[in-house]
């Protein structure tokens, strides 16, 4: 008898779902052809057995894996999760397949949890081990509950190894709202890329030296001020009157305007340490790029946070071109993704704080 036939999934940023099957069609090539495709969730058939530790890998996928099916109701679901886990600790990531790119809303959040807590109740009504609590480690199985836009829509159930190239959280998405005294949706994009890169601690960037590019209005300057970095932003733009007289005492954070052109910066104008370089810039990655390695061997930044624009079509499927000039000078390891508040945007963090 033949093994049955895998199938592979992936959710992504609304609008990116053709990206996404042509990125996994260069990846993948011969490998995995398309399935079924919803809004913000694609899946594919295997043409063969899929290798041990198998990842899509992908900077426009969000949460991917393996798929164990569709199920009509809650407990048929925690009896396929429990053959499955099979006594072995698992965590339970329960999430809407539909996100706003400004967030998922706090009573969204409460209907998940609220499905989450049936699940576990279910498990343990059938003597099954209730789901481990703590953020993921390398290795640990993942149980990924994806939840349809109506009532009716059965419950999907997939499986994942964590792993670098996984986001610790549900679905990839942190429980995030833009606040209205953020400057900008650049605030969200931060807080975002934190979440994902596991700074988003109080004091991960407490005293760190930040200097970023394409800073105005300041929405992710006012992310990086709460978190107890000295900013120094690069605009030629207006910066908000509230990231301009940030100052905490206790941390040392405050912000300093450098308000010139990116290509007029000279060495007398920036610190003379730069732990993080952060850019968000409205220009091409081919112009941005010589900035940056300008800046890069220089200042030997230990961690980079980008945000690289993909303001032509064509760059679409150049991602990989990118990444690979980026390679030739940024720090390791170096990671791409498409966070949930990117728009024709990703974003790249390269490098790491030491033990942070």
């Not at 990231?243 to 000279?266: K, P």
């Amino acid at each position: 008898m033949s093994a049955p036939a895998q199938f592979v999934y992936s959710t992504c940023r609304e609008g990116s779902e053709r990206l996404l099957k042509a990125e996994v069609a260069r990846r993948h090539e011969g490998l995995l052809t398309p399935a079924f495709m919803r809004p913000q969730f694609v899946t594919w058939k295997a043409t063969r057995i899929l290798p041990p530790g198998f990842e899509l890998g992908c900077v426009f996928g969000r949460a991917s894996g393996t798929s164990v099916g569709l199920f009509p109701d809650e407990k048929a679901l925690v009896q396929k999760l429990g053959e499955i886990a099979d006594g072995r600790p698992y965590h339970l990531h329960v999430f809407p397949r539909d996100c706003h790119e400004d967030g998922v809303s706090s009573l969204q959040w409460a209907d998940m949890d609220a499905l989450r807590a049936r699940l576990i109740g279910h498990a343990r009504e059938a003597g099954l081990s209730a789901p481990t609590e703590s953020r993921p480690n390398r290795g640990d199985l993942i149980f990924d509950v994806i939840v349809g836009d109506k009532a009716t829509e059965p419950l999907f159930l997939g499986r994942h190894l964590h792993s670098a190239s996984h986001h610790p959280l549900a679905g990839g998405l942190p429980r995030l709202e833009l606040p209205l005294e953020a400057p900008s949706r650049a605030w969200l994009k931060m807080e975002q890329a934190l979440a994902w890169s596991g700074l988003d601690g109080k004091q991960s960037l407490q005293g760190q030296v930040v200097l970023e590019l394409g800073s105005a209005p300041g929405g992710a300057s006012y992310s990086l001020l709460q978190h107890g970095a000295q900013v120094y932003g690069v605009d030629t733009g207006v910066m908000d009157p509230d990231v301009l007289c940030f100052h905490d005492a206790t941390t040392g954070a405050r912000f300093q305007h450098l308000r010139m052109a990116v290509g007029t910066l000279a060495p007398h104008h920036l610190p003379p340490e730069v732990d993080i370089l952060v850019s968000d810039m409205n220009l091409a990655p081919g112009v941005v790029i010589p900035y940056l390695e300008n800046l890069c061997r220089r200042h030997r930044p230990a961690l980079l946070i980008l945000t690289m624009k993909l303001t032509e079509e064509r760059l679409e499927s150049k991602v990989g071109e990118i990444l690979g000039s980026l390679r030739r000078f940024v720090p390791t390891p170096l990671r791409a993704t498409q966070l949930p508040a990117n728009r024709r945007e990703v974003c790249v963090v390269a490098g790491g704080l030491g033990a942070v």
